[in-house]
């Protein structure tokens, strides 16, 4: 298989890279961080997203078995980046598999995405859910065999390998090795849905086959 991450070097990226190995391609904007990913086993494409047009994107994707949008603006950017990175590139890598006919897409979104914020929330925080609930939109839009996983709180604790993985799962947390094992496994079981992460007793795999 080769699978594209775009924000190839986000901290869920880097281990979903080191689950594949040589079948990744991590998109990074900084090529400081091509060694990061090669370090994985994985191959680094430099590729702006903010910048590249979809032409660009699709000559990069084309061929490929799926894509994995793990990108984001990340801790300290402002509200204007919530929506260049977080809803413009998803838009940016749909388009994209569309004009080369690459059908799997599995999105990284967040948990409280799909609904609007609670009233009073910080600015940045309620343009992050805003442009992940309008790229989820996007996503389901298209013609694509699309999986949107929302991810409850992330921590770097080692993973478990059991996971909840529902349509809708109570509010909770969920080391990043186990979010990484869920999409990889989600490679191969691509479908149309919407699902929500969090820890549980289930068995990635057999999570996965339930869904």
């Known amino acids: 298989m080769r699978i594209i991450?775009?924000?190839?070097?986000?901290?869920?990226?880097?281990?979903?890279?080191?689950?594949?190995?040589?079948?990744?391609?991590?998109?990074?904007?900084?090529?400081?961080?091509?060694?990061d990913v090669e370090?994985?086993?994985?191959?680094?494409?430099?590729?702006?997203?903010?910048?590249?047009?979809?032409?660009?994107?699709?000559?990069?994707?084309?061929?490929?078995?799926?894509?994995v949008f793990a990108a984001g603006a990340g801790p300290g950017s402002g509200a204007a980046r919530?929506?260049?990175?977080?809803?413009?590139?998803?838009?940016?890598?749909?388009?994209a598999a569309e004009r080369a006919g690459v059908r799997t897409f599995v999105q990284i979104s967040s948990m409280g995405a799909g609904r609007p914020p609670a009233a009073g929330t910080d600015e940045v925080w309620a343009a992050y859910i805003t442009a992940k609930t309008e790229a989820e939109d996007d996503l389901r839009r298209r013609d694509l065999d699309w999986t949107i996983v929302r991810p409850g709180r992330l921590t770097d604790e080692p993973g478990t390998g059991r996971v909840r993985l529902e349509p809708e799962v109570p509010p909770g947390s969920v080391p990043r090795d186990d979010v990484a094992a869920v999409v990889a496994a989600l490679l191969t079981a691509p479908g149309r849905r919407t699902l929500e992460l969090v820890s549980g007793d289930t068995p990635i795999q057999e999570a996965v086959a339930s869904r």
């Open 5 to 35: 991450i775009a924000g190839g070097h986000g901290q869920i990226a880097l281990r979903l890279a080191r689950l594949l190995g040589s079948a990744a391609v991590g998109l990074v904007r900084n090529p400081a961080h091509v060694p």
């Open 39 to 67: 370090a994985t086993g994985a191959r680094a494409v430099v590729c702006d997203l903010e910048k590249a047009s979809p032409d660009e994107v699709a000559g990069i994707v084309r061929g490929a078995d799926a894509i």
């Open 82 to 95: 919530k929506d260049t990175v977080d809803r413009a590139a998803s838009v940016l890598m749909a388009d």
